[in-house]
């Protein structure tokens, strides 16, 4: 693909940053990324469209360890 699948071309901007829109559009407030793989390249990507940014330094043991880490993130 050439990039992280997060930073590729979608809808007029990058992957992240349309999820990003679209939750916001939703109405969702509290919007968490959650990152571990080129998480320095993603991340102020993510910040900058508005998504607080969660690190899961265990994120190649598997996607479970991603969700246990943004739910605690999460009041």
């Given at each position: 693909?050439?990039?992280?699948?997060?930073?590729?071309?979608?809808?007029?901007?990058?992957?992240?940053?349309?999820?990003?829109?679209?939750?916001?559009?939703?109405?969702?407030?509290?919007?968490?990324?959650?990152?571990?793989?080129?998480?320095?390249?993603?991340?102020?990507?993510?910040?900058?469209?508005g998504?607080?940014?969660?690190?899961?330094?265990?994120?190649?043991?598997?996607?479970?360890?991603?969700?246990?880490?943004?739910?605690?993130?999460?009041?």
């Amino acid at each position: 693909m050439g990039s992280p699948k997060p930073l590729l071309p979608w809808g007029g901007a990058t992957l992240i940053e349309y999820d990003i829109r679209q939750l916001q559009e939703a109405g969702v407030g509290d919007i968490v990324a959650v990152l571990g793989h080129h998480a320095d390249e993603i991340a102020p990507i993510a910040e900058a469209a508005g998504a607080r940014v969660v690190y899961n330094v265990r994120y190649t043991t598997g996607r479970a360890t991603s969700l246990a880490a943004g739910a605690s993130a999460t009041p």
